[in-house]
């Protein structure tokens, strides 16, 4: 896929997860209010990695090289509230690869490392506080990740080497996510979440802007980073996942 057919697909798609949700959600209502939120990512790469029987290599993709990098990367946020409290579903996707590197000294002239990643995460928050223009929730939820990856390596000593491995994790995280109304229809929001369990620790921050159209659709841009440090096994991961992200918000 060509970068602008990519760029015309983050457009069209217009989202950037859970805390563009916020604006169509109801806080304080007596019944139950759901949101549905799929958007599209442009997410590189940028860390450490490390396979069984390869180096460490190091990746710095960035978004000037989605072209060749991303492959497909990809989001979806459900949620459901009645008064304070409120559940989310947030659901990641990305596939890509980008060059890299090893340490200095080893005899490599090629090294690319090829990722496939997906996180499952299900979560609760609760309005602390709540007004006419936003709203501030705490959060705590468990984020499930399974990763693939691939170091390929040419030229010289490891000429022709290939390396897979991967692994699976869940990750207990807490944080807060707020929105404030600029207007009637324009609004900014974001979140931060941290945490550990499978992995040494993640994170993950979101920040956008957005606009109204009616009670029950948005669109916004924003910018979404997430984190892990996971190491088991010969398997090492350190890698941000972030990029800009873009979508549109269902309140039914």
Not at 179 to 203: C, E, N, P, Q, V
Not at 213 to 237: C, E, I, K, M, P
Request: glycine share 14%; aromatic share 12%; hydrophobic share 45%.
């Amino acid at each position: 896929m060509r970068l602008y057919q990519k760029i015309g697909l983050v457009a069209a798609c217009l989202s950037a997860g859970a805390l563009q949700a916020q604006a169509l959600e109801q806080v304080g209502t007596k019944d139950w209010t759901y949101t549905l939120t799929p958007y599209a990512w442009a997410a590189s790469l940028s860390g450490d990695v490390a396979v069984f029987g390869a180096p460490k290599t190091h990746v710095n993709s960035n978004f000037s090289s989605l072209k060749k990098d991303l492959d497909f990367a990809a989001m979806l946020i459900g949620t459901a509230r009645k008064g304070r409290m409120g559940f989310f579903a947030d659901l990641t996707y990305l596939k890509a690869s980008a060059g890299a590197s090893l340490p200095d000294g080893l005899p490599v002239q090629d090294v690319r490392v090829g990722a496939k990643a997906f996180t499952a995460m299900l979560g609760a928050g609760y309005s602390v506080w709540y007004g006419p223009k936003g709203n501030v929730d705490v959060l705590a939820g468990v984020r499930y990740w399974h990763v693939d990856a691939k170091v390929s390596l040419n030229g010289g000593y490891f000429n022709h080497l290939e390396r897979n491995d991967g692994g699976s994790w869940a990750d207990a995280l807490v944080g807060v996510r707020g929105i404030h109304h600029l207007t009637d229809r324009l609004y900014a929001s974001g979140w931060a979440l941290g945490g550990a369990g499978g992995s040494k620790f993640s994170w993950d921050v979101a920040a956008g802007v957005g606009y109204k159209f009616t009670s029950s659709l948005s669109a916004q841009l924003g910018y979404r980073a997430l984190g892990v440090n996971y190491n088991h096994d010969n398997f090492h991961y350190k890698m941000v996942h972030q990029g800009p992200a873009a979508g549109i918000t269902w309140r039914f």
